[in-house]
Every structure is written in C-alpha cells, then in structure tokens.
C-alpha cells in the first residue's frame, strides 16, 4: 500500500522556521518526482515546490522563492521542506504529493505561523 | 485575474451528469496543456482524478470510475470534467491544474452539491 506521512508541523511565531518530513512506503521512492501543496484554511489549494528524483530539478513558487527549500534523501525514502522567515500567510497545511500528476497525497501537516 | 477560473459552485440531482469547467486565462491555450483534475472531501487531502489533453493523451486514476472523464472545449478555452451518474458520494471540492513555465498552478475550485 502507498503511504505519504507528513510531520513535523505547529504553532510557530513570525520569522521563526519549521522543517517538514514526508516519509513514504509503498512504492520505489527514488524513482518518483515529489512536490509539496499547501492549502490554507477554507481556501483552495497552492503548490510550493518541487524536486526530481535525483534531487537535479528543483522549482519553487514565487510566494516561497527564497525562504523555503526543498531536499529528498531516496536512501531514507524522505521528503524535506524547510521553511524560513515564515509569515502568517504561510500558514496552511502542507501535503507532499507524488509526481507531477500529484497522484497520490499524505493526509497533511498542519503549519500555524501565529505570534 | 486567476489562471484557472472555476465556478465556485454547482449542483445537480443524483444520476444526472455534471460538466466542471476550468476556463483559462487569455494567452493561456488549453489546448497545449495536460489538465489534471482532482477531488476533495472535508477533511482529507484531495485525490487524483484523472488527466487530459486529448484523446489519445488523458490517464485515468488508479481505482477512479469511468464515469469520471475529461474532455476540452477549445472554443470556450476550457477543460471539463464531467460527472455522469452523479451519486451523493461525489459531493465535493474539485479543484483542475496545469504545469505553466515549471510551476503547477491550480485551479479555484468547485464545490459540486448532490440535491
């Protein structure tokens, strides 16, 4: 069965910074494209980056470009976003997503930049 | 102006077809876009649906019935999801996307009511 589990979200003040994981099982991690989408409470949903398998393509949307990064580790089959000087509009939940066909999703980490 | 407009809202009865619109921005052409279309429920990440450019470029999801299709209306520059059958288990948010210049782009969503 394909899992993606995202951790690594909470309450943090502006200009703080939060590193989120998507661990995954199911499928050959290092032979997919990964992206992180965000969605903010009661509105729709916004992509924030995304990485090759090999870690060579990496994009960003311009909202993030700059204080957010995006790295994989296919030996521990792990997604990464570190996210610095974050700002209330940041605040959302944060899902990793498969390919770029975002075909299958993790059940979300919740991000609250709040002082 | 969004890249991808959607009504905000639609309903039908049950067994009836619903066509989903996903109108793109002047200078944007749909037909040189893959769109992908997806649905949410409250409360769980969104799930793939389907992709489509044409008829001999579109992929069904995993498990996603084939009364689910998509289709393009080039006159109106809009990519349609349609829903036949419509059953109260697909009361939801849909939500279509396209890649644009290496950045995924969504678009505003519908919430499909089953009456």
């Known amino acids: 069965e394909v899992q993606l589990v995202e951790s690594g979200g909470g309450l943090v003040q502006p200009g703080g910074s939060l590193r989120l994981s998507c661990a995954v099982s199911g499928f050959t991690f290092s032979t997919y494209s990964m992206n992180w989408v965000r969605q903010a409470p009661g509105k729709g949903l916004e992509w924030v980056s995304y990485v090759s398998t090999s870690s060579s393509t990496i994009y960003y949307a311009d909202s993030v470009k700059g204080r957010f990064t995006i790295s994989r580790d296919n030996a521990k089959k792990s997604l990464y976003l570190q996210m610095n000087s974050l700002r209330a509009e940041d605040t959302a939940v944060y899902y990793c997503?498969?390919?770029?066909?975002?075909?299958?999703w993790g059940q979300g980490t919740m991000v609250t930049v709040s002082s | 102006q969004a890249v991808l407009t959607q009504p905000s809202s639609l309903s039908a009865s049950p067994g009836t077809s619903a066509s989903l619109t996903c109108t793109l921005r002047s200078g944007f052409d749909v037909g040189t876009y893959r769109i992908y279309w997806y649905q949410q429920k409250p409360g769980s990440p969104p799930q793939y649906l389907l992709r489509y450019k044409s008829d001999s470029d579109k992929h069904q999801g995993s498990g996603v019935p084939s009364r689910f299709f998509g289709s393009k209306d080039a006159s109106a520059n809009a990519g349609i999801l349609v829903i036949s059958g419509l059953q109260s288990e697909d009361e939801a948010d849909y939500y279509c996307m396209i890649w644009h210049n290496s950045a995924s782009v969504f678009g505003t969503g519908t919430k499909v009511t089953v009456l």
């Open positions: 997503a498969r390919t770029d066909a975002f075909d299958m």
